[in-house]
Structures are given as structure tokens and as C-alpha cells.
């Protein structure tokens, strides 16, 4: 299957030039391939191939710019270089707050990706407001009753049980499952 991906890649180059949107998306979906194989170095190189052609194209200032920051920070979060995954999500959440807003959905995405590495490194106070947060924008623009909501919850709740609050977790879990 990353075959394939490389050769469509290398195809939309020939055809389209190496600065095109498309490229960038197929080094995007050649990231995503070489991830989801254990192959962090290769995927790195290429989310960074297609946040170089982003960056080009858009500007530093836009949308997908910062999902590229996001797929950056994904990656090295599972390389558990979480200083560098830490600065990756920062510059998404920057590029999504001004581009959308403090109250958006992507917003509220960031604060739950930065949320998840802070409790992977046990900063669970800023974890946990960074939970809050997200749950906060997800119920105020999207309903109390949403999947994006339960899904904070469930994070909230992680990272009480980590912190050693038992009975605020398992209120947020039973918030969660209700949903």
C-alpha cells in the first residue's frame, strides 16, 4: 500500500509540479502509511516534505499548516520525543486559535492532543485544564450529548484516575458511558 502512495505521489509530481496542494497531500498520506508501519523516521521526513510545501503555498498562517504541525506532533509523540511533539501542538494551537477562533472544534482538538501528552509526561493539573477546556468548546458549540464531548470526558477522567482522584474519574467515566 505505501507503494502505491509513492507512486501516486511521484505521479502528481511529474504532472502537477513539486509544489502543488495534491503533493503535499500525498506526502501527507505516505506520512500516515509509514506511521502506521512503526516507520516514524520515514513518516517525520515526509510530514515534513509536505508542511515545507504547505508552508509555501498558504503561508505559516493557515489551517493546514497547522494540521501539518498536528501530524508532526502526533509523530513524535509516539517516538516519545514529547518536548518536540509539546512545540508541534503549540504551533497548531496557535495557527488554529488565529485562523478559527479560540471556540472551534479543531481548537478544541489541540487543547485535547497537548491534554494527552501532558499526562503522558504526569503535568496532570495542566492535563486535566487542558481537558477542561477542550470539553468546555465542545459543549458550548457542539452539545453536552456529543461524541467530541463524551471523548473528553473520557480523557478527563484518565487523567483524574492518574492523578489519584478516583471518584471525580468515575463520575467523568459514567459522564462519558451515559453519552
Known sequence: WSF???????????????????????YQNIGESL???GDYQGALAAYRESLSI????????????????SLLGDVLFHQ?????????????????????????QTTAASHTEIGKLLTEVQDYDEAEARHRKALRIRETIISR???????????????????????????????????
Open 54 to 69: 504547505l508552508e509555501s503555498l498558504l503561508g505559516e498562517n493557515h489551517a493546514e499548516v497547522a494540521e501539518a504541525h
Open 4 to 26: 502505491r502512495r509513492v507512486l501516486f505521489r511521484s505521479i502528481r509530481e511529474r504532472c502537477l509540479g513539486e509544489d502543488h496542494l495534491d503533493v503535499a497531500g500525498s
Open 80 to 104: 516519545g520525543d514529547f518536548q518536540n511533539s509539546m512545540e508541534e501542538y503549540s504551533i497548531a494551537l496557535a495557527i488554529r486559535e488565529e485562523v478559527f477562533g479560540k471556540t472551534h
Open 145 to 179: 450529548e456529543s461524541p467530541e464531548a463524551a471523548d473528553s470526558r473520557y480523557y478527563l477522567g484518565y487523567v483524574l484516575n492518574q492523578n489519584g482522584d478516583y471518584e471525580a474519574a468515575l463520575e467523568e467515566h459514567k459522564v462519558a458511558y451515559d453519552i
Open 35 to 37: 506511521c502506521k508501519l
